[in-house]
Structures are given as C-alpha cells and as structure tokens.
C-alpha cells in the first residue's frame, strides 16, 4: 500500500466506532437519507449484483441486501469490515441476505470487468490518491449500461477539513476536489450524467436553493449525489 492508503486506512480504523454509533441514524433520517431511495430507482435488484465502494460499517450494504440485492461490500478499513460483517450476520439471523464484504482499495478491486449493474460510492473518491483512478476502475466494474452513484462533499462540509494539513506541506488522506470538478472529470472519462441532487446544509431554505444554477447549488449542498450512467 502507498502512504496514503496506510494513513487513510489508520484513521479511518479509528474513526470506525464513532461512524457506528451514528450510521443509522445519518442513513435513516439524515444527510444519507435520500440516497437510497435515488439509487434504487435507477438500479433494480434483477438486473445483478451491485458494489458499495467504501461501505463503512455496512448500513447501506446491508438495507439494500434486505430489499433483494446481491451486494457486495468494499472498504480500506478492516474495523469496519469487522462491522460490517457483524451488522451482516445480525440480519442473516432475521432472514438470508445476499451481501459478502472484504478489505479492499476502490481504484484497484478484485473483479471482473463488467460485474456490477450498479456502484454506491458515497464520500469516498475524495479520500483517494486518484480520483480519476477511482473513476476509471468503477468503470470497467460497471456493465454496459450500468450506474454510478457518486457523492461528492461540498466545500465547507466539516469531513473537508481532513485535507487542512496539506497547506503546511503535510501528507493528507483527502483531495480538494469540488462537485463540479467530479462532475466533468466523469464526463471526460465515459459516463453521461442522467441526474443530480444536492443535500443541503442546516439553514438553506429550499426555495432559495432552486433559484439558484446548478453550480451554486452544488456549493450551498453539504454533498451533490450524481446519478452516471456508463456510457
């Protein structure tokens, strides 16, 4: 592993039962709570297995696998793996759930081109080296055809504050990169953009928000979700 990956998968190893005391609650009723409600109507359980890319402690992975989905489960940190696996196990004893995770880098994974009808990928390409090495790798997963959900932080989003260090020459585990630089570095690299959705920050009243271009929707949102289509 490269420094960074070392770096990002120490802290977010740390970082691993805190993100677990509160993931419910973000996917349920918080900033992740429109997420899968978008994912699920573009990517439907019939059409193949589906890849959550950095998938934490396994909340999503496993609310998708409980709705028919054969998923797999993917992140650079084994106490969240740990997790994840445990969360699995919990709801395997209600019923059996198609869900496998296992350690692994996004820009580098161990499957077959064209495995995935569908990719969540929430908040991730940010704390790699490469985005575009991300980018590119969800491609080959991805069937013809196939969708990208992507979350991108939004600039004064509080988890932005891990790429601080960088202005005093410190190594860092996250890039500076914006929505609207997500946006065109996926349509420079073989995916068409179908939709986007911003998740506000507390204090933006909504009807100011749909005033507004699209650019500065994206910079007002606590992170923008792009529905891609691999084209």
Same mark, same amino acid.
Request: proline fraction near 6%.
């Given at each position: 592993m490269t420094q960074w990956s070392e770096m990002a998968k120490e802290q977010w190893d740390q970082f691993?039962?805190?993100?677990?005391?509160?993931?419910?609650?973000?996917?349920?009723?918080?900033?992740?709570r429109t997420i899968l409600p978008l994912f699920t109507r573009y990517v439907h359980a019939e059409n193949g297995p589906v890849l959550d890319a950095g998938c934490g402690d396994g909340y999503a992975s496993c609310k998708l696998a409980a709705s028919g989905y054969t998923v797999e489960g993917v992140d650079i940190a084994g106490e969240m793996i740990r997790l994840a696996k445990d969360r699995a196990n919990?709801?395997?004893k209600n019923g059996e759930i198609a869900v496998r995770f296992q350690t692994g880098d996004v820009s580098s994974?161990?499957?077959?081109?064209?495995?995935?009808?569908?990719?969540?990928?929430?908040n991730v390409t940010e704390f790699t080296?490469?985005?575009?090495?991300?980018?590119? &790798?969800?491609?080959?997963? !991805?069937k013809p055809g196939?969708?990208?959900? @992507?979350?991108? %932080?939004?600039?004064t989003a509080g988890p932005?504050?891990?790429s601080y260090r960088r202005l005093y020459g410190e190594a860092t585990i996250q890039n500076t990169m914006m929505p609207w630089e997500a946006k065109q570095l996926a349509s420079e690299?073989?995916?068409?953009?179908?939709?986007?959705?911003?998740?506000?920050?507390?204090?933006?009243?909504? &009807?100011?928000?749909?005033? !507004?271009?699209?650019?500065?929707?994206?910079? @007002?949102?606590? %992170?923008?979700?792009?529905?891609l289509k691999k084209g």
């Open positions: 691993s039962a805190d993100w677990h005391k509160r993931s419910e609650a973000m996917w349920e009723t918080g900033s992740r919990d709801r395997a994974l161990p499957f077959s081109d064209q495995t995935f009808s569908g990719i969540l990928c929430i080296p490469s985005p575009l090495a991300a980018l590119l &790798e969800f491609h080959r997963l !991805l196939g969708i990208l959900l @992507l979350g991108i %932080l939004g600039p932005r504050g891990h690299n073989g995916y068409v953009l179908l939709e986007e959705e911003p998740v506000y920050k507390e204090g933006v009243p909504a &009807e100011l928000a749909n005033r !507004l271009s699209a650019e500065l929707r994206e910079a @007002l949102s606590f %992170l923008t979700l792009f529905v």
